[in-house]
């Protein structure tokens, strides 16, 4: 599975924006960013009350387990994974190879219409993710291979702000 690209501070700001303009028009209760891995890269919205790290884990873990029973069956593609529970709903979507979209919601919210609010979230964060590929082209990250009590200083880094002989020299 690929990695994801070298992450910094301006993806981070450009995924929390989608991903509240996502919950704003889907109403949704909770959206996450996810490494098809498990690891947590971005979310907002606050119910319900857990563990995000967890629920990133055993969301990508539910996702990967039926994207190869999918393939068992002989899919092609598998792209999205729907729990519905009596209180509320789970949609993942396969966002890229390497990444997901985890929404949470109540039950009385239409799934379509989160449906449509996460094409328009999808597609802004694989804008995101290209911009982010061509700052360090080739140079792929997988978090998997990281020790996951230092993963999270890989998105704390920022771009290099250049010194004005640096600007000078460019």
Do not use: W
């Amino acid at each position: 599975m690929p990695g994801l690209p070298l992450l910094n501070e301006e993806d981070s700001r450009e995924f929390r924006e989608i991903l509240a303009e996502f919950l704003q028009a889907s109403q949704a209760s909770r959206v996450l960013i996810v490494e098809r891995a498990g690891y947590l890269i971005a979310a907002t919205g606050d119910a319900p009350d857990v563990d995000l790290e967890e629920l990133s884990t055993i969301t990508s873990n539910a996702f990967n387990v039926t994207y190869h029973l999918a393939l068992c069956l002989g899919e092609q593609d598998f792209s999205t994974l729907h729990q519905r529970g009596s209180s509320f709903e789970t949609l993942i979507f396969k966002i890229e190879e390497n990444s997901l979209l985890v929404v949470i919601y109540a039950t009385h919210i239409k799934t379509m219409i989160v449906e449509n609010a996460a094409s328009n979230a999808i597609d802004s964060i694989k804008t995101q993710l290209t911009i982010a590929r061509s700052r360090s082209p080739g140079v792929e990250v997988d978090l998997a291979d990281l020790d996951p009590h230092t993963a999270d200083t890989i998105f704390l880094k920022r771009p290099k702000v250049l010194s004005e002989e640096e600007k000078k020299e460019t």
